[in-house]
Structure formats: structure tokens, C-alpha cells
């Protein structure tokens, strides 16, 4: 810091992620202090990147995480907290407030982690969002199934990767349910059904001024991918296009109306029968499914090292510089395969960029910078996909590696 010190982040981790992150910070010339789980003790972490690395066997438990970073705390000088999955959000926003850390604080986390908070400052800053009610007053539950059509989704407010998102088509089916949650259901929320196709943005915001984004579309809705299996696809949109511009748009005006002063953001949208984006969700992190390698290749930016080194300019008192970011065009395909370590061997074009390196998983990102070609190979690919190793339910072993 200031006093010649190197600046040091304590980067928080209920899942194994972020190496490129923690890569980037060191060369950033960052001290690097990882507090993870003890079940990811022998994951491959880049040791060489980081100083100490200490366990805990649970980083829910708040009150004792909250006890061990301020034991650590009176030999060492935390200048700032990452969380670097989307479950330790939350976590280090508290811990940043207990030790007065700057950075995402409470109030403004709570809009990248509650999918109620989240919604109504959505609505407030003037963006359409689905129809929604909190699972909380039953009259009001009840006054909402009259009036806004089924179908609906109850979704947790605190869960990722469509974890715990239920369908419902009647108001019995949302009581059985709600009742079946017992003293979790406040943890819940209703809100209609859009059909449609979802968005993601991807963003990087620098001193409160969006010095980056990408607007790109998924394939098949996320949901009905985890929940009914199927091919994962994404792909940057066309600069040109209408949607990406309207994309844009809606995306300035939620972060701004959030406050977020830096980090990185990805934030969700529908296109409905109507015509209009409603908002979906939104993260203060990086996006999973190794959306960050198609973000990459598309635009030269890598989202984990630039997010170092926002940190650590910040923390250096320094501007942050983006560097120069290239308009190509890139798209990624994802699924659980069959085979243990599918052979993707015959997957030649030029134009493959990048390959998954994980059991049960069949994955290839394609990039170049002609939008068309892009399509042309994700429509040709899925299909192959779906022939070559595609399975349906998730095998034991799937389940257990994913
Ligand atoms: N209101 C909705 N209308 C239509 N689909 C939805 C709605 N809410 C969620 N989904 C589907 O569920 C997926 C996961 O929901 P989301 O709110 O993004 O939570 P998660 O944090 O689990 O990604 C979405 O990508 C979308 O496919
Ligand atoms: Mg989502």
C-alpha cells in the first residue's frame, strides 16, 4: 500500500475457482491469502500464487469465520476481501463491514445476492421485472395467485444454478409447496413465468463508471438445461443488434441504480412474447460455466485477471486501466457426457479455441470474427454434441465431479 507494503486481499472460496484470479493478483505483485473449505484442501490451487492458505470446515458458519479472519487480522494487514464464488458474497461483504474493509458492503451485496432485494430495486430503477409476491404474508400470496397468471416459479432468494427453482401451475401445487418449506418459505419468492429466451450481460465496473460490458445470449434456457439436460450454449450478440444495444441500456441503468462501486457483474434478462427484457437476476462475481473463457475469446478480456487488477489499483489508489478490447465473436457449448473423458478429437475447425478439461464433460468454446460463422458452428456442433456424448440424467459419477 501507500507505506510501500504489497497490498494484501484475502480471497474467500466455498468452491474450488478463480485461479486466473489469483494468478493475476500475484503478478499484480499482491500478497494473497486464500480461506477456502477443508474438503477443497487438495484441489489443484496455484500454490506458487498464493502465501497462506487456511481451512475451515464450514463457511457458513458466519460467526466463526468472523472469529478466525480477526484472529488472522492481528498479524497481518487485510487491505481487501474477495469473495470468489457466489456463495461467499455475502460472507465477505459482512466481513468487510466488521473490519470497515472498503468494497462491496452489506447493504449494496445484498442486491447482487437476494433475488428479492434484487427484484425491487430492479423495479424501482424502472426496469420490467416478472410479476413477484415474497413467500411471506399469506394473504398477499393468495391475492397475488388471483391475480397474475400461472405458471409461476418459486425460487429461493439465495441459492445459483437453478437449485431449488420449482414450476407451478396452480395455487394447490404452490401451498404444497410452501407448506412442505415449513420455516424456510420466507426464504422464498413467487414470480411468473416468462417464456422466452434468456440474456446475460457481463460487465466491469471501475469507480462506478461501466467500463466494460457484453450482451450475449444463451441457448436453451438455463433451466430447462439443468433441470431436463441438454446442451449448454451462450454466444456474444451481435454489436450491431437492436437487442444488444437495448441490452446495454437496461444494464447501465440497474448497476448504477445499485451503487456498485467495482468489481464484476453478471446479470440476467428475458425476452418475453411482448417484446421487453425483464430482468432475471444479477451477480457481483464472475459468470460460471466457464462463460469467462467465451467472454475472453470474444473480446480479449479476461474477466478474473481484470478483476485483480481492479482490486489492486483500488487498493493502491491507482485508476485502473481495461485493456484494448477486441470486437470478435465467440460462443461456448457445455455438456455432461457419457464418457468419462470424451474424445473431442473431431472437433477440428480452426476455430476452436478452447476445450473443457473435466470428467464427464464435453465442452468447446469457438471463436471468430465473423458472428455468422460462430452460429453456423454452435448449431452444427450442438447437434453433434447431442449425437457424441450427450447424456440426459446425470450419471453417479457426473453428479459427483460436476
Ligand atoms: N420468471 C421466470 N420465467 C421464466 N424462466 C425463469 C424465471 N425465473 C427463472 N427462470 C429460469 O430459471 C433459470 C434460473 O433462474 P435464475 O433466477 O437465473 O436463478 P439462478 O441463480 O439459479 O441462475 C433461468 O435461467 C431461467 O431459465
Ligand atoms: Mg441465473
Keep these: 500500500m501507500a507505506d510501500g507494503q504489497p497490498v494484501t486481499i484475502l480471497c474467500i472460496s466455498s468452491e474450488f475457482k478463480g485461479t486466473d484470479f489469483l494468478h493475476s493478483a500475484r503478478q499484480e505483485g499482491c500478497r494473497i491469502l486464500l480461506l477456502t473449505e477443508e474438503k477443497h484442501k487438495d484441489k489443484p490451487w496455484p500454490r506458487e500464487a498464493i502465501d497462506e492458505i487456511f481451512l475451515m470446515p464450514d463457511l457458513a458458519r458466519y460467526d466463526d469465520v468472523t472469529y478466525a479472519v480477526s484472529y488472522l487480522a492481528r498479524s497481518r494487514v487485510i487491505d481487501r476481501i474477495v469473495a470468489l464464488d457466489d456463495y461467499d458474497v455475502r460472507l465477505a461483504a459482512d466481513l468487510r463491514e466488521h473490519m470497515r474493509i472498503p468494497g462491496l458492503g452489506s447493504s449494496t451485496a445484498r442486491y447482487f445476492r437476494d433475488k428479492l432485494s434484487m427484484r425491487l430495486k430492479a423495479q424501482e430503477a424502472g426496469l420490467a421485472v416478472p410479476e413477484f409476491v415474497h413467500v411471506l404474508n399469506y ?46 418459505q420466507s426464504f422464498f419468492l413467487l414470480e411468473r413465468f416468462v417464456p422466452g429466451d434468456v440474456y446475460h450481460v457481463d460487465a466491469i465496473v471501475s469507480e462506478k463508471e461501466i467500463v466494460f460490458m457484453q450482451a450475449n445470449k444463451y441457448g ?74 467465451m467472454i475472453f475469446f470474444a473480446s480479449g478480456v479476461n474477466l478474473w485477471t481484470e478483476w485483480a487488477r481492479l482490486e489492486a489499483a483500488s487498493a493502491r489508489g491507482e485508476q485502473y486501466q481495461l485493456p484494448p478490447v477486441r470486437h470478435d465473436y465467440a460462443g461456448i457449448l457445455i455438456c455432461l457426457a457419457r464418457q468419462e473423458w470424451p474424445d473431442m478429437s473431431g472437433y477440428q475447425d480452426p476455430e476452436v479455441v478452447w476445450r473443457i478439461d473435466k470428467a464427464y464433460h464435453a465442452g468447446l468454446v469457438v471463436a ?4 455468422a460463422r460462430v452460429e453456423q458452428l454452435l448449431q452444427s456442433y450442438s447437434e453433434r454434441f447431442a449425437h457424441d456424448f450427450l447424456t440426459v440424467g446425470p450419471t453417479k459419477e457426473a453428479k459427483r465431479v460436476a
Design 139 to 184: 394473504d398477499r400470496l393468495n391475492g397475488y395467485m388471483q391475480q397474475v397468471p400461472p405458471p409461476w416459479v418459486l425460487k429461493p432468494r439465495f441459492e445459483a444454478g437453478a437449485v431449488g427453482i420449482k414450476k407451478a401451475h396452480s395455487a394447490d401445487e404452490v401451498w404444497h409447496w410452501v407448506n412442505e418449506l415449513g420455516d424456510k
Design 368 to 371: 471468430s470474427p465473423d458472428q
Design 220 to 293: 436453451r434456457p438455463p433451466l430447462s438445461v439443468s433441470h431436463q439436460g441438454g446442451v449448454f450454449i451462450s454466444r456474444k450478440l451481435p454489436d450491431e443488434a437492436a437487442e444488444t444495444k437495448t441490452l446495454h441500456a437496461l444494464n447501465r441503468q440497474f448497476l448504477t441504480s445499485t451503487g456498485i462501486v467495482r468489481g464484476i457483474t453478471h446479470t440476467e434478462y428475458i425476452l418475453g412474447e411482448d417484446g421487453r427484457f425483464y430482468f432475471l437476476e444479477t451477480a457481483a462475481r464472475v459468470g460460471g460455466a466457464n462463460l469467462a473463457d
